[in-house]
């Protein structure tokens, strides 16, 4: 029984029949066995962007935050996750690097001695969770029923982004005052979107685990 077949019969939700399957299943052990350490990653790299929000860049008049270059890698890594170990695998990741991102925010706030306000990170938790999920479900119907089309991962992760900005758009409202508020938002999705070319690459010729 080929890969193919094998992953066929999970996506239908029937066990692989064990006289086929010895040295499969012992793969998806060791692979069930890392994921955790995905988790981690991708927990590191979300409050790495929370963190790299408040340090700024300028070019043109247009002001724009590094934390830019690190949202394509977090939605990166969460599909990485998706493809190698699973859909469920995957909502677990997102809830603990949340959650993580929520900890950490309120330690920082007792470190520095500023009392932590939820509403300074509800526009970046509501917008990463919503488009983690968003990002999550679509990327996972195209796993399942398509061959890994180059254009549309491509479009997922720009959605993705599309949806996170949406968020912090309607939660401050008082940023479309700012003049170049368009300006940088479109900006900021150019240079996500060349870094996404990069990472779609990677994306489509990464091979996926038995589970998925």
Not at 17 to 30: C, D
Request: charged share 15%.
């Amino acid at each position: 029984m080929t890969d193919e077949n094998i992953r066929k019969v999970k996506r239908r939700g029937r066990s692989v029949p064990k006289r086929y399957t010895k040295e499969q299943k012992e793969v998806l052990e060791v692979e069930q066995d890392g994921w955790w350490v995905y988790v981690l990653l991708l927990s590191t790299i979300v409050i790495l962007a929370h963190s790299l929000k408040d340090y700024t860049f300028s070019f043109d008049n247009i002001t724009l935050t590094y934390s830019i270059f690190i949202l394509p890698v977090i939605y990166f890594v969460t599909n990485y996750i998706t493809k190698k170990y699973g859909y469920a695998k995957s909502v677990v990741s997102i809830a603990m690097s949340g959650l993580l991102l929520v900890l950490f925010s309120i330690i920082m706030s007792f470190v520095i001695g500023k009392s932590f306000n939820f509403y300074d990170i509800s526009g970046e938790f509501c917008g990463y969770v919503v488009s983690q999920f968003v990002n999550l479900t679509i990327y996972q119907f195209l796993l399942v029923n398509t061959t890994g089309s180059f254009i549309l991962i491509y479009l997922t992760y720009m959605f993705a982004f599309v949806v996170f900005y949406l968020f912090y758009t309607l939660l401050y409202m008082n940023l479309l005052v700012f003049d170049n508020y368009w300006t940088s938002y479109f900006s900021t999705l150019l240079l996500q979107g060349i870094i996404c070319l990069l990472l779609t690459f990677f994306d489509v010729n990464t091979k996926p685990g038995l589970e998925i």
